[in-house]
């Protein structure tokens, strides 16, 4: 629910990034190159990572430009050969892979995953190649369980790990095909199908039908840590010491399936190309990639192989971004207009701006019919005096709602989240969040909980939070705690201890000991540190002595049992 670094991101964007391009589709295109120019100039400088930008327009590519270095340590700076990791604009190639075997007879995407893997654990529910790639597949995220296990991104985590890691669960997230949830691990898997039914590996198999049919010649998997990659730019982080503007990201994760395939803004406009001018596929090919998927029941969900439909200045898009420590990508592309936007960053960079403003420079924006949005109000000191209190879901963190003057406050996981904006339907928001709704719950006039009313790929979803009175245990019911937990899941053990009065989490793996904060009887969550996010539930037995410790992190959960 609550995403600090996303926050932190979106608080450094500068504010230059936003500048507005008053001229809409400008004639000439030497006039079209100088505006997009402006966009990223504030990305230029050789004291600093940047961007490359590629414009794709009506078979051709019309605008590719770098910003910024590819390599601070080098002096090395960005140009349109730039390579970049993609991310999950990675996740596109991947399903394209499944789609043509398909198309070929050679992959059913109904089957269940264990036709092609085996090895995959029985859960005693059918799991198919087409729910890994719509991301409704319910399997834990083997990022997240990597974490767990106390790796984070800096430590070497290959496709083995990542696929002997989902081999070792035991349950999922939620039964298939019910609902969507982003999934690392449903594209890690549907990795392993399309080289289980090709024969090949992932690499050797997009080089043959997707990178060299299209002339995609400086595209690749990155699958080696150890190999040289030409022309590839590090990737750069914000330094947090004094003196230190920007520090090296480091990313050792090289699964590949839902990510680490290198790329160029050419090569990309190559690929942009295909998708109106088929060299790879035909049109109705091409328009299965986009094609919305749909859980058991039918609800549809907004989500193809490996890109979204979505609307930019009111013209239809195909998309889909990537972000991974030291990049952040986006692909961009105009069905209608046969013209696409690519922005490959080698540093936390905001591009849903500069694309829109490179849309308006070239393409004229459509007339879309806004959603009403209702009315803001102020709310009555006794609305804010019934809403104060503290908050807890099934999951998520416990979330704290104070009075401050006029203004409700919400705090999360230790940390403001900012103010309420109250609105006419009955509904509030929270900073500058408005994506997510919030509802107050009542019963005979009084407040008993928060509706949070938050928006997916497959609709809308509703998380009731009961109001919940703030717990302290006692000294003695936290001794009981301490000893040490393994996760078969994780194969990794917990060390669980009580220092200066609160809950203590340490493994081999974890550099700092994690500590924990109660929330309710028997709940814990991290409010900081590695693990920050991490919710702990202590499982008891009959005899109410603790017999293990359940954990879950982002939407995976996983159960330690105490030796």
Same mark, same amino acid.
């Given at each position: 629910?609550?995403?600090?670094?996303?926050?932190?991101?979106?608080?450094?964007?500068?504010?230059?990034?936003?500048?507005?391009?008053?001229?809409?589709?400008?004639?000439?295109?030497?006039?079209?190159?100088?505006?997009?120019?402006?966009?990223?100039?504030?990305?230029?400088?050789?004291?600093?990572?940047?961007?490359?930008?590629?414009?794709?327009?009506?078979?051709?590519?019309?605008?590719?430009?770098?910003?910024?270095?590819?390599?601070?340590?080098?002096?090395?700076?960005?140009?349109?050969?730039?390579?970049?990791?993609?991310?999950?604009?990675?996740?596109?190639?991947?399903?394209?892979?499944?789609?043509?075997?398909?198309?070929?007879?050679?992959?059913?995407?109904?089957?269940?995953?264990?036709?092609?893997?085996?090895?995959?654990?029985?859960?005693?529910?059918?799991?198919?190649?087409?729910?890994?790639?719509?991301?409704?597949?319910?399997?834990?995220?083997?990022?997240?369980?990597?974490?767990?296990?106390?790796?984070?991104?800096?430590?070497?985590?290959?496709?083995?790990?990542?696929?002997?890691?989902?081999?070792?669960?035991?349950?999922?997230?939620?039964?298939?095909?019910?609902?969507?949830?982003?999934?690392?691990?449903?594209?890690?898997?549907?990795?392993?199908?399309?080289?289980?039914?090709?024969?090949?590996?992932?690499?050797?198999?997009?080089?043959?039908? %997707?990178? @060299?049919?299209? #002339?995609?010649?400086?595209?690749? !998997?990155?699958? &080696?840590?150890?190999? =040289? +990659?030409?022309?590839? *730019?590090?990737?750069?982080?914000?330094?947090?010491?004094?003196?230190?503007?920007?520090?090296?990201?480091?990313?050792?994760?090289?699964?590949?399936?839902?990510?680490?395939?290198?790329?160029?803004?050419?090569? %990309?406009? @190559?690929?942009? #190309?295909?998708?109106?001018?088929? !060299?790879?596929? &035909?049109?109705?090919? =091409? +328009?299965?990639?986009? *094609?919305?998927?749909?859980?058991?029941?039918?609800?549809?969900?907004?989500?193809?192989?490996?890109?979204?439909?979505?609307?930019?200045?009111?013209?239809?898009?195909?998309?889909?971004?990537?972000?991974?420590?030291?990049?952040?990508?986006?692909?961009?592309?105009?069905?209608?207009?046969?013209?696409?936007?690519?922005?490959?960053?080698?540093?936390?960079y905001n591009f849903e701006p500069a694309v829109e403003q490179i849309a308006k420079i070239y393409l004229?924006?459509?007339?879309?019919?806004?959603?009403?949005?209702?009315?803001?109000?102020?709310?009555?000191?006794?609305?804010?005096?019934?809403?104060?209190?503290?908050?807890?879901?099934?999951?998520?963190?416990?979330?704290?709602?104070?009075?401050?003057?006029?203004?409700?406050?919400?705090?999360?996981?230790?940390?403001d989240q900012g103010a309420a904006k109250f609105w006419a339907d009955g509904t509030f928001t929270v900073?500058?969040?408005?994506?997510?709704?919030?509802?107050?719950?009542?019963?005979?006039?009084?407040?008993?909980?928060?509706?949070?009313?938050?928006?997916?790929?497959?609709?809308?979803?509703?998380?009731?939070?009961?109001?919940?009175?703030?717990?302290?245990?006692?000294?003695?019911?936290?001794?009981?705690?301490?000893?040490?937990?393994?996760?078969?899941?994780?194969?990794?053990?917990?060390?669980?201890?009580?220092?200066?009065?609160?809950?203590?989490?340490?493994?081999?793996?974890?550099?700092?000991?994690?500590?924990?904060?109660?929330?309710?009887?028997?709940?814990?969550?991290?409010?900081?540190?590695?693990?920050?996010?991490?919710?702990?539930?202590?499982?008891?037995?009959?005899?109410?002595?603790?017999?293990?410790?359940?954990?879950?992190?982002?939407?995976?959960?996983?159960?330690?049992?105490?030796?």
């Open positions: 629910m609550w995403n600090r670094s996303l926050s932190r991101w979106v608080a450094g964007w500068s504010a230059a990034l936003l500048l507005s391009v008053s001229v809409v589709s400008i004639a000439s295109e030497p006039n079209r190159a100088a505006a997009v120019d402006a966009v990223f100039a504030p990305l230029r400088g050789n004291d600093r990572p940047g961007a490359a930008v590629g414009i794709y327009q009506g078979g051709k590519l019309v605008y590719s430009q770098g910003y910024g270095m590819a390599n601070l340590d080098a002096g090395t700076p960005i140009t349109a050969d730039t390579v970049f990791n993609l991310a999950s604009v990675s996740k596109q190639f991947t399903a394209v892979s499944a789609a043509l075997l398909a198309r070929e007879g050679k992959l059913d995407l109904q089957a269940d995953i264990r036709k092609y893997l085996p090895n995959q654990p029985d859960l005693g529910t059918r799991i198919t190649v087409a729910d890994l790639i719509h991301h409704t597949s319910g399997i834990r995220d083997y990022i997240a369980l990597a974490a767990l296990s106390g790796h984070d991104d800096q430590s070497l985590i290959r496709q083995r790990h990542a696929i002997a890691i989902l081999e070792r669960q035991r349950g999922l997230n939620f039964q298939p095909g019910t609902r969507y949830a982003y999934s690392n691990s449903g594209y890690a898997l549907l990795a392993e199908v399309v080289q289980a039914a090709a024969g090949k590996s992932l690499n050797e198999f997009m080089k043959e039908r %997707l990178f @060299k049919p299209l #002339g995609m010649n400086d595209t690749r !998997v990155r699958d &080696d840590l150890s190999r =040289i +990659e030409p022309g590839y *730019a590090a990737g750069y982080e914000r330094g947090e010491e004094a003196g230190r503007p920007w520090a090296r990201a480091v990313y050792n994760r090289v699964a590949v399936g839902p990510g680490n395939v290198l790329s160029t803004v050419g090569d %990309l406009a @190559k690929w942009a #190309g295909n998708f109106a001018h088929p !060299v790879v596929g &035909d049109a109705q090919f =091409i +328009e299965q990639l986009s *094609a919305p998927a749909a859980l058991r029941d039918g609800t549809p969900v907004n989500y193809g192989f490996g890109l979204t439909r979505q609307e930019v200045i009111g013209h239809r898009v195909v998309t889909h971004t990537g972000g991974i420590s030291g990049f952040r990508t986006v692909f961009v592309f105009f069905p209608d207009d046969d013209f696409a936007v690519v922005v490959l960053a080698n540093h936390s004229q924006p459509k007339a879309v019919k806004a959603p009403k949005k209702p009315a803001s109000i102020t709310p009555k000191a006794t609305v804010l005096a019934g809403l104060a209190g503290t908050y807890l879901g099934s999951e998520g963190p416990m979330l704290t709602v104070r009075q401050d003057g006029t203004q409700l406050i919400f705090a999360a996981e230790g940390h900073g500058d969040r408005d994506s997510t709704r919030y509802r107050a719950a009542q019963q005979q006039g009084a407040t008993v909980g928060i509706d949070v009313i938050g928006k997916s790929n497959d609709g809308e979803r509703v998380q009731r939070l009961a109001r919940v009175s703030p717990f302290t245990p006692a000294a003695s019911e936290l001794a009981t705690l301490t000893g040490v937990y393994y996760g078969e899941e994780i194969d990794t053990s917990y060390s669980v201890s009580i220092d200066a009065g609160k809950v203590t989490l340490r493994s081999l793996y974890l550099d700092a000991p994690q500590a924990l904060q109660p929330t309710t009887r028997d709940r814990f969550e991290a409010q900081d540190g590695a693990l920050e996010g991490l919710e702990v539930t202590v499982v008891r037995n009959s005899a109410g002595q603790p017999t293990g410790l359940r954990l879950r992190f982002g939407s995976t959960a996983t159960l330690l049992a105490k030796r």
